[in-house]
């Protein structure tokens, strides 16, 4: 079980915007501590989309941005394409021993 | 331009061991935290531990302490991460991460270059 909690899949049309979801605990997300996002397509590297909740690296759209409300983070996705298909992954430092950083589960991203 | 190459598919049996490499170029590499990440098949990604380059510090995930060992050889820019005691849900793609500079706020950095991965198979 992760310690950073997403849905197992979300999905949408072409176009249309969804929106992944990344709870925490006061031990990572509600203790400041940044959250970022990858993208990882079958059979490659996981790739760095968000950082620091909201900021977007150099060449990563502007329909992707990041969000953070309390113990929870956001990505969200809009203007859909068939190329964003993909599993996403938060990610966060947490303050307990048993693993210093963490990743959520993953979203797998269907676009219909 | 930054590159972490890795060291290619490895089979092993249950209960050996296993070393995989990531080599460095295009930065400074003593400069840089790198971490390992494994991914499962079918599972999520998974922190293992880290190594600061400059000093040779290291922190392990818990549940692989024992087991994982992280070292680096900084001559040849290389980081490297063994595994011991291998079993059947060690079979996964391990990759080489490149973090921000060790002189930042480690907690908040993001795993910002990824090597291509390795894949392990332990059967």
Known sequence: ???????PSVSGAPGQKVTISCGGSRFNIGADYDVHWYQVRPGTAPKLLIYGFHNRPA??????????????????ITGLKAED????????????????????GGTKLTVL | ???????????????????????????TFIDFYIHWVRHAPGQGLEWMGRINPSSGGTKTAQKFQGRVTVTRDTST???????????SDDTAVY????????????????????????LVTVS
């Open chain 1, 1 to 7: 079980q992760s310690v950073l909690t997403q849905p």
């Open chain 1, 59 to 76: 060449g990563v759209p502007d329909r992707f941005s990041g969000s953070k409300s309390g113990t929870s983070a956001s990505l969200a």
């Open chain 1, 85 to 104: 298909e993909a599993d996403y992954y938060c990610q966060a430092y947490d303050s307990r021993l048993s693993a210093n950083w963490v990743f959520g």
């Open chain 2, 1 to 27: 331009q930054v590159h972490l190459v890795q060291s290619g598919a490895e089979v092993r049996e249950p209960g050996a061991s296993v070393r995989v490499s990531c080599k460095g170029s295009g930065f």
């Open chain 2, 77 to 87: 820019s290389t980081a490297y991460v063994e595994v011991s005691s291998l079993k």
């Open chain 2, 95 to 118: 990759y080489c991460v490149r973090a921000k500079e060790i002189w930042l706020l480690e907690s908040q950095g993001s795993f910002d270059y990824w090597g291509q991965g390795t």
